[in-house]
């Protein structure tokens, strides 16, 4: 996971897997790559500056396409890219009119609500021009979005714990 974040704390985890499955053996070669770790310690500082130092605000799908555009390793790709930070998280938790009984608070520990990208999102979707936008652990017709919608997407009563 690397946490890329502006002067608040707020902005993006980004999860890596490897591009294919491997072996435990080719595994640990992949993450013993010292340009692997040079990658994330360049994406956590230049993605900041690229947005103008100011992730809070930045929509999550233009952060995917930058980031799939950043050059890690060829044999490593984005997982998923989650919204990080309080403030920024706190968008996905306020009150949502058309939703009686939503969440008002995020669970840190779920991240339930939070908004997120998956793989196919990142690798596919958003770089051939689709955006779309997914909150995490939420149900049907709550689960995605074509807009990014700073509201909740779950009750207290599906609240997980």
């Known amino acids: 996971h690397v946490m890329v974040l502006d002067s608040t704390d707020n902005g993006f985890r980004v999860v890596y897997a490897t591009a294919a499955p491997v072996t435990d053996e080719r595994f640990a070669e992949i993450c013993d790559r010292p340009g692997i770790l040079e990658g994330f310690e360049n994406l956590k500082r230049k993605a900041p500056e690229h947005f103008g130092g100011n992730l809070l605000e930045t929509d999550i799908c233009d952060f995917a396409l930058y980031a799939y555009r950043f050059p890690i390793d060829k044999d490593v790709r984005i997982h998923n890219i989650f919204v990080a930070g309080k403030e920024k998280m706190d968008f996905y938790v306020r009150n949502n009119p058309d ?63």
Request: hydrophobic share 25%; proline share 3%.
């Open 99 to 161: 939703l009686p009984g939503c969440a008002t608070w995020m669970h840190h520990g779920t991240e339930q609500g939070n908004q997120y990208l998956n793989a196919d999102d990142i690798n596919h979707c958003i770089p051939n021009g689709r955006r779309i936008y997914r909150y995490w652990k939420c149900r049907y017709l709550l689960q995605t979005s074509d807009t990014d919608e700073r509201f909740s997407h779950f009750t207290e009563e599906e609240r997980l714990y």
